[in-house]
């Protein structure tokens, strides 16, 4: 599919449906904690998606070879692939799949914070700077909330530093080498040095297995595949043929099924201030990518 300069309905469907997968996955993630230690449930999604992107790679006849330069950056990306998701999915092992959503999708706004100073082409506007405020009063009300159950200061700091470590991601591909690196590379490079440090780590965090039943193995077999691999992938291939924009644009609705999905799926009680700090953070991010109008 050709590049675009604007989106079209095809996008659109995809992107929310994109949306809505990740918000599932959050579910999922949830759920399979229950047979897995979080860290090796991490650890072992990686190590599948090796798997699964080089089988993927050499059907579609992609190169292997990674230029010098981009290893440090590479090597870098795979540092924070693995902090991010060593924090993740302990938070939502602690919390609320709602709650840790509501912080962890919050990466839009660290992200342009780092841009303002650091990419001259990309400073803060007054609705940007809007987007802001809002988003970060959404997550100081999500924080201050006390009251529910399954409430955790280390869950919900967990969040908050995989969210930076997600917005370190995206930064280290834009300032490094390694954005002259196909996608599917780049995804190979993050879970190649993620996969050993989460498997090493992760007796840190208590036993390996916990109660293995069926649907916990179809869960991490759903995140190497659908999530890991695949979905990274297929997030990437809209990124090439769609503004990166007008596609950052939707990531508003991820914290938005996370939450609806938590409520519905996993019956988690969600208090009215953690709904409030969802529209407050949704919202948020709408304005920090919304394009601006022409003059």
């Known amino acids: 599919m050709n590049r675009k300069d604007h989106m079209d309905l095809f996008g659109a469907v995809a992107l929310v449906a994109f949306a809505l997968h990740l918000a599932f996955n959050q579910v ?19 190590a599948g998606a090796i798997v699964v992107l080089l089988i993927w790679m050499k059907l579609r006849g992609v190169s292997l070879r990674i230029p010098r330069r981009a290893w440090m950056g590479g090597l870098l990306s795979g540092l924070f692939f693995a902090f991010e998701f060593t924090c993740l999915f302990t938070a939502l092992d602690l919390t609320t799949v709602s709650r840790a ?15 303002h100073f650091l990419f001259p082409g990309e400073r803060l506007t007054r609705t940007k700077v809007l987007g802001l405020i809002l988003a970060v009063v959404g997550v100081g009300i999500a924080l201050l909330d006390r009251d529910a159950a399954h409430v955790s200061w280390t ?4 969040a908050l530093a995989s ?11 834009r300032i490094t080498p390694l954005s002259e690196v196909p996608p599917a590379q780049q995804l190979l490079f993050q879970v190649v040095v993620s996969a050993p440090i989460l498997l090493l780590i992760a007796p840190l965090f208590g036993p390996l297995i916990r109660q293995i ?10 995140q190497i595949v659908a999530v890991a691999s695949l979905g990274f992938l297929a997030w990437f291939w809209l990124m090439s043929i769609y503004p990166a924009s007008s596609v950052a644009s939707f990531s508003f609705l991820s914290p ?10 996993l019956s988690e009680h969600v208090a009215l201030p953690v709904w409030g700090a969802l529209v407050l953070v949704a919202a948020g991010i709408y304005l920090i990518n919304r394009k601006p109008r022409r003059a």
């Open 28 to 46: 999922v993630v949830k759920v399979t904690a229950g047979g897995f230690n979080p860290v090796f449930s991490a650890g072992l999604r990686s």
């Open 213 to 222: 039943e069926p649907i916990h193995i179809a869960g991490l077999l759903f």
């Open 155 to 158: 869950g919900d700091l967990l």
């Open 101 to 115: 959503s509501v912080i962890f999708y919050t990466m839009p706004v660290w992200l342009a914070i780092l841009a």
């Open 256 to 265: 938005v099924f996370s939450v609806i999905l938590g409520w519905l799926l």
């Open 163 to 173: 969210a930076l470590c997600w917005a370190g991601i995206v930064f280290c591909v």
